[in-house]
């Protein structure tokens, strides 16, 4: 990942940070590279892609946990442990998406209903 600014989000409903180094994707470019060609997403960090409804874990080496967020960021549906070479489902209703280290879902409680913060 590049050395942009990061974004902190926090799980309001719980008071749960979920990522302390959230790297915005923003531009089409940005998000068409995503986590692709990276070796492995550490601890607190991830990318939120935006516009975005489904995402992919081609050319990728690792399992991710994904939050689908609306418009309202609030959590609309959650695929954890998406394998390398997959493809993630569409959901109604999504306007972006949180990519996170294997783990953190369950590690933060993150739950479908859950409302997140984003901080710069």
């Avoid at 989000?9 to 990522?19: C, D, E, K, Q």
């Avoid at 960090?45 to 990728?60: D, E, N, R, Y």
Wanted: aromatic share 8%; glycine share 8%.
């Amino acid at each position: 990942m590049n050395g942009g600014e990061a974004l902190v989000v926090v799980n309001v409903s719980n008071g749960n940070t979920i990522a302390t180094a959230l790297e915005e994707a923003y531009h089409f470019t940005k998000r068409l590279r995503g986590l692709m060609f990276t070796k492995q997403l550490h601890s607190g960090a991830g990318i939120h892609l935006k516009p975005c409804q489904s995402v992919h874990t081609f050319f990728m080496n690792y399992a991710i946990d994904i939050l689908y967020v609306n418009d309202r960021n609030e959590v609309v549906a959650i695929d954890e442990a998406l394998k390398p070479r997959r493809v993630g489902k569409v959901y109604r209703g999504v306007a972006s998406v949180v990519e996170l280290p294997k783990g953190t879902v369950k590690s933060t409680q993150t739950e479908i209903g859950h409302l997140l913060k984003f901080i710069s």
